[in-house]
């Protein structure tokens, strides 16, 4: 805590004396005072980057401080203490924008732990801030809609990393989101002005992806007709991202290194070195770690990808994302769909935030598509929303139990489920179904084929 000023407001005197004290302790910069008015004052005048207050206090409550304090400066923490500890009022507490809330007495050891998580969130929002103001109009880091602790901190890393030349590989989930960070970080580095080229290394026939990486001279092959330049040149001077790179074979992998490491490569039925200067963002769904073991990933490659890891948290890791995910789908397919829908009753945004997404911000999406749609009424209420994420039992929130089997056992059956479900609500179009399912169509077919289905 050293070099944060806390100001402690509690109206009993022993007890902020003591709260002072631990707090000095500990390394924080502490002002103290048993006024409301007082604190409220003092936030105003002076650098604080914490506020303590009580909850039930003369002239101002904890309420007041908390309101006064947030239109004074909105990025100053605030921990509420109440002897009061009812839901009712943590909820309130927590609406009007504080940090967290303590119920008296006070645990110290607690204390401490809160104080520290609220700091570092202020820090993450500080600097995400200041990364904003540093980019211009198309830094896209406000497409991604997000309000978890756990997608500030990916984003922080995400827009401390763009202003590097270094490679960044981005793991996460089918469906979290990890093109748009990519997205992001071109656009918030001095290379925004150059192209961003994607390539789903899935979705390309494993004989056309060299040819699609490196273009290909006049006569290379059967129909190749004319000279064509492939990604890397289409994005020299900018960024090429690999999305689904695990599914690159081995010998493409060796000629992606030889970029990486000679920032040169030859087009197919060429011999001449053709240089480019490009920055790589991968990503992948798949345990590269494992492949690697398996023999199936280039070791020295993933070094080179992986000189700044992103992990995207799958949905079921942060719910804080939900609401606000929820509130932007909703506007969005509204607007597309001429319906006129102002809000989601609490009981859809109980059930929606206990789901557990197996697929992910897709299938978000896909859901509140499909409820806005089917709606009736100004209120997306529970009716709209499918059946299957109303069921407690459904596969996407199966408990773990003991004696279902292993786990490869329990992951291959709600695979074969869900896949059913999407299958049965496409009318059987694979395509449809493997974008409700959130992953590519390849990767369908290998599973129905897998499955025998």
């Given at each position: ?6 100001l ?98 006070i ?48 984003l ?26 990519a ?97 790589v963002?991968?990503a ?10 398996d ?62 997404y ?15 749609v ?7 209420t ?5 059946l ?33 479900e ?16 959130g992953?590519?169509e ?12």
């Amino acid at each position: 805590m050293d070099k944060h000023t806390i100001l402690v407001i509690e109206d009993d005197e022993p007890q902020l004396k003591s709260l002072a004290g631990f707090l000095e302790n500990v390394g924080a910069n502490v002002i103290a005072t048993t006024s409301s008015i007082k604190g409220i004052s003092i936030a105003n005048e002076q650098l604080v980057d914490l506020v303590i207050t009580d909850y039930k206090m003369p002239t101002k409550s904890g309420m007041d401080v908390l309101r006064e304090i947030k239109k004074i400066n909105p990025e100053i923490s605030v921990i509420v203490m109440t002897a009061y500890g009812d839901i009712e009022t943590a909820v309130q507490i927590m609406k009007e924008g504080a940090s967290d809330y303590l119920t008296k007495p006070i645990d110290l050891d607690n204390l401490e732990i809160v104080i520290r998580k609220a700091l570092e969130r202020k820090r993450l929002v500080s600097e995400n801030r200041e990364l904003r103001e540093r980019l211009q109009d198309r830094y896209r880091f406000d497409e991604i809609i997000y309000g978890s602790p756990e997608m500030e901190e990916v984003l922080n890393i995400a827009g401390r990393a763009a202003f590097s030349k270094a490679s960044i590989l981005i793991c996460g989930e089918s469906g979290t989101g990890k093109e748009l960070i990519a997205r992001a970080v071109h656009y918030a580095s001095p290379r925004k002005d150059s192209p961003l080229v994607s390539v789903n290394c899935a979705a390309l026939n494993e004989n056309l992806l060299e040819s699609e990486f490196f273009g290909h001279e006049k006569g290379a092959f059967t129909g190749a007709d004319r000279q064509r330049k492939g990604r890397f040149e289409q994005a020299d001077g900018g960024t090429i991202f690999l999305d689904e790179v695990g599914e690159i074979s081995l010998s493409t992998q060796l000629k992606l290194l030889r970029v990486l490491q000679e920032k040169e490569f030859e087009r197919v039925g060429g011999n001449q070195a053709v240089r480019v200067d490009v920055r790589v963002i991968a990503a992948t769904n798949s345990n590269l770690d494992k492949m690697i073991s398996d023999g199936k990933f280039r070791q020295d490659l993933y070094y080179r990808l992986n000189v700044i890891s992103i992990r995207v948290p799958p949905l079921r890791e942060r719910k804080g994302d939900i609401p606000p995910l929820v509130s932007f789908f909703v506007t969005k397919f509204a607007s597309e769909n001429d319906k006129d829908i102002e809000n989601v009753s609490k009981e859809a945004m109980d059930i929606m935030l206990k789901y557990n997404y197996p697929g992910n911000v897709r299938e978000l999406e896909n859901i509140i598509q499909r409820s806005v749609v089917m709606a009736r009424g100004k209120i997306l209420t529970t009716d709209d929303l499918p059946l299957y994420i109303k069921d407690t039992k459904s596969e996407g929130n199966l408990p773990i139990e003991k004696g279902i089997g292993s786990l490869d056992e329990a992951v291959e059956e709600l695979e074969r489920n869900l896949i059913s479900e999407a299958l049965k609500q496409s009318g059987g179009n694979q395509s449809k179904a493997a974008k409700m399912l959130g992953i590519g169509e390849r990767n369908l077919r290998y599973k129905l084929k897998k499955y025998g289905k």
